[in-house]
């Protein structure tokens, strides 16, 4: 139990195009989900929170009109990278929270590999 | 400030030899994740711990949360080329609840194991 998906693995996009990530919970709803930004070699740095019906809640520092999180179901999740640039490129996790855990588990997504040309 | 001090961050090691990750802080954690992560890949949960003093044990793995739960350790004994990847240590900060439940990552301790 517990498998979060993630679409796509790999995205390769043009600099000034939008790219969608696509975050699912499937085998348990996930009254929370989180997006994660991982540098190489490095920990995982938070952006943003959301909760299934409400606006996202961003960590400081991460632009919410470039990085838009949609949380239209209790199953998915998405993020959606707007008007990319180089510096967009990187690993992007996200992570499904059920909210029947009671010790605040995370379960994590296998990740997106953004490459902004 | 970092929450969670995490040490050490990049370890290379032999293969049959143990080694011990910690993670420290001055904060009481109402609980705490292990997490090994692969290179391209996402994070896969190990094991929480809840009860100060609390060990558990996954196979070559024993993860020790402190008394006071503030600190806890992951063990490997006779590690083998495997257990290469990258250890993060996580958790919820007690009182913290109404902060959407965010995790508190520690830096990450890179393992290498060489055969």
């Known amino acids: 139990g517990a498998v979060v998906s993630q679409h796509p693995s790999r995205v390769i996009c043009k600099s000034g195009t939008s790219v969608k990530i696509e975050c699912r919970s499937l085998?348990?709803?996930?009254?929370?989900m989180f997006w994660y930004r991982q540098f190489p070699k490095k920990s995982l740095m938070l952006m943003a929170t959301?909760?299934?019906?409400?606006?996202?809640?961003?960590e400081q520092g991460v632009e919410k009109d470039k990085f838009l999180i949609n949380h239209a179901s209790l199953t998915l999740s998405t993020l959606t990278v707007t008007s990319a640039h180089p510096e967009d490129s990187s690993f992007y996790i996200c992570s499904a929270r059920s909210g029947t855990s009671a010790y605040n588990e995370q379960f994590f997504g296998p990740g997106t590999r953004l490459t902004v040309l | 400030t970092q929450l969670l001090e995490q040490s050490p961050q990049f370890l290379s090691i032999q293969e049959g030899e143990n080694l011990t990750v910690y993670c420290n802080s001055s904060?009481?954690?109402?609980?705490l994740q292990w997490y090994r992560q692969e290179p391209g890949e996402g994070p896969v949960l190990l094991v929480t711990v809840v009860t100060g003093g609390e060990v558990k044990k996954l196979k070559r793995l024993t993860f020790q949360f402190g008394d006071a739960r503030k600190d806890s350790s992951l063990h490997i004994t006779a590690a083998q080329p495997g257990d290469t990847g990258l250890y993060l240590c996580?958790?919820?900060?007690?009182?913290?609840?109404?902060?959407?439940?965010?995790?508190?990552f520690g830096k990450g301790t890179l393992l290498t194991v060489n055969p």
């Open positions: 996580a958790g919820t900060p007690r009182g913290s609840g109404g902060s959407n439940y965010k995790l508190t």
């Open positions: 904060s009481v954690f109402s609980s």
């Open positions: 085998d348990f709803q996930a009254t929370t």
């Open positions: 959301s909760n299934e019906g409400s606006k996202a809640t961003y």
